[in-house]
């Protein structure tokens, strides 16, 4: 191994089990983990039946995580990252839980959305030594307490992706009241699940699947009983869904030796993965023994160093917000030179608005996403595209991102950001400046393929004096493009304090 960086720890506050990670991280991509610990909690108990997490569960969430302060001491740990998912994240009370937190285990915990969760995952997934995404094509499901990811894989590309709310606790409480109603409780659960998955199956149909993969904490206990070497043969998987059928959890309990957490989640978790099974003609099932405390790691480690596979993580978000634009019907040619432009401008101009890579990737998505508000109106479709990019549950995207993106996108227009508009006074002041040197790029961009014909070949921007001296390089007459510039250039001149000029090289009359 080469040199090593600093211990880093990655925790997860999850509905089910609090876990932690500690793991030394080295400059040939190696690591070593030094503990992995994991705990069970009833944070998504109370949070899904209830709407609250109660005094009782803090008071034990606190002491575990006081628990977990103290092996990062003991290991010297100089960075972690504390998340926290669907139970907290959809407690009512979840403000005050997590500052509770903060103030008695000097643990500060992140709520992170779905996406953010499949985007950790996924990053886990593609650090593992087998390259499972490279095979034809792959449907995976990642089984949390709190819902299922599904997404579609083909030749490594991310195709598709979505989020439905029946993962395996929240299922159990969800039909509680059902299960002393029927003699045939499994049979109503399954058809429940098959309900939900309905609308995906529709759109699913004819994809041959190869492979089947599963992931999460849940899927465990399945693996250890009818699989081995992170995989499981269907044959295997068919028998024990046969048996379960049959048992209650107390005989699940005493025939697989689980505890009642377990056990209780056990029934759930087995019918989800049979339905979703029932969409492919795998033979194997493959579950790599991976979890979002694996994926928080790998994140921690791109941190501290550059990989191929972060830059495949990336790949995954624009591809996922590709699959969103399709759906909304975008010109992708217009949209792709769009994109072009925008990230040419960026990167060109990098000295004046001192911006960094995720904020390039903002421009990106938003450029991707700026024409989505046509689908619903062609009198306001700005302002139709913001409600939608920041509604949207986008791959590897906080809330906190999707608000900027969604503000990148609502000013694509001759319209310039104003403390006037609710969606930009509720921005804090940095938030306000990335928004406002972002939507001045997109503008310009956006104006440069005002005629969606792709006239611009090519951009280069050179500086001279106070001036900044755009040169398009076409074969077309691009006078429509350099007058539209010239009627959006004013916010650009603002935030960079420059005067534009705008010229063409190889158009002749």
Not at 41 to 61: A, L
Not at 351 to 363: A, G, I, K, Q, V
């Amino acid at each position: 191994m080469e040199q090593k960086i600093p211990v880093v720890a990655a925790i997860d506050v999850g509905s089910n089990y609090i876990q932690m990670v500690i793991a030394e991280v080295y400059s040939d991509r190696q690591i070593k983990i030094l503990e992995d610990v994991i705990q069970p909690t009833s944070i998504g108990r109370d949070s899904f039946t209830t709407g609250r997490i109660e005094r009782k569960t803090i008071q034990e969430t606190c002491e575990i995580l006081k628990g977990f302060t103290q092996l990062m001491k003991d290991y010297r740990v100089k960075r972690y990252l504390a998340v926290a998912t669907s139970g907290i994240r959809e407690a009512e009370n979840r403000e005050y839980v997590l500052d509770l937190i903060r103030i008695k285990t000097q643990v500060t915990v992140s709520i992170i959305n779905s996406a953010q969760e499949r985007y950790f995952m996924y990053r886990a997934l593609r650090s593992q030594p087998t390259p499972l995404l490279d095979k034809q094509t792959s449907l995976i499901v990642n089984l949390a307490s709190g819902g299922v990811e599904t997404s579609i894989y083909q030749e490594g590309t991310l195709i598709l992706t979505e989020y439905l709310k029946i993962g395996s606790l929240r299922l159990r409480e969800t039909l509680a009241d059902l299960e002393s109603k029927t003699i045939n409780f499994p049979a109503v659960m399954e058809e429940f699940i098959d309900s939900k998955i309905a609308l995906l199956k529709r759109f699913l149909q004819g994809i041959n699947f190869t492979n089947f993969i599963i992931l999460g904490n849940e899927v465990r206990t399945v693996v250890n009983i009818c699989g081995e070497e992170n995989r499981i043969e269907v044959n295997d998987f068919t028998v024990l869904y046969d048996k379960i059928l049959m048992l209650s959890d107390e005989q699940i309990a005493r025939t697989y030796g689980l505890s009642q957490n377990q056990a209780a989640t056990f029934l759930p978790t087995v019918l989800i993965l049979h339905c979703f099974l029932k969409m492919t003609r795998a033979q194997q099932i493959y579950a790599p023994d991976i979890s979002l405390k694996n994926g928080l790691v790998y994140d921690l480690a791109d941190q501290l160093i550059e990989s191929p596979q972060s830059k495949d993580s990336l790949n995954d978000i624009i591809s996922s917000v590709w699959y969103i634009a399709n759906r909304f019907g975008t010109d992708k040619k217009h949209v792709k030179q769009v994109e072009k432009l925008a990230l040419a401008i960026f990167d060109q101009t990098r000295r004046l608005h001192r911006l960094d890579n995720p904020e390039r990737m903002y421009l990106q998505v938003a450029a991707i996403l700026h024409a989505v508000g046509y689908y619903v109106s062609f009198s306001d479709p700005h302002d139709h595209a913001y409600g939608i990019i920041k509604h949207r549950n986008i791959m590897g995207l906080s809330a906190r991102e999707l608000t900027l993106i969604a503000n990148i996108a609502r000013y694509n227009t001759q319209e310039a950001p104003s403390h006037h508009h609710p969606n930009y006074e509720g921005l804090n002041d940095d938030d306000k400046i990335i928004v406002s040197k972002l939507a001045a790029i997109l503008k310009l961009a956006e104006s440069l393929d005002c005629s969606h014909k792709s006239k611009v070949e090519s951009l280069e921007i050179r500086q001279a004096g106070e001036q900044l001296i755009f040169t398009l390089h076409s074969w077309q007459d691009t006078l429509l493009e350099e007058w539209t510039f010239r009627n959006r250039v004013s916010l650009f001149e603002e935030v960079t304090g420059m005067q534009v000029i705008v010229k063409s090289k190889g158009f002749n009359l």
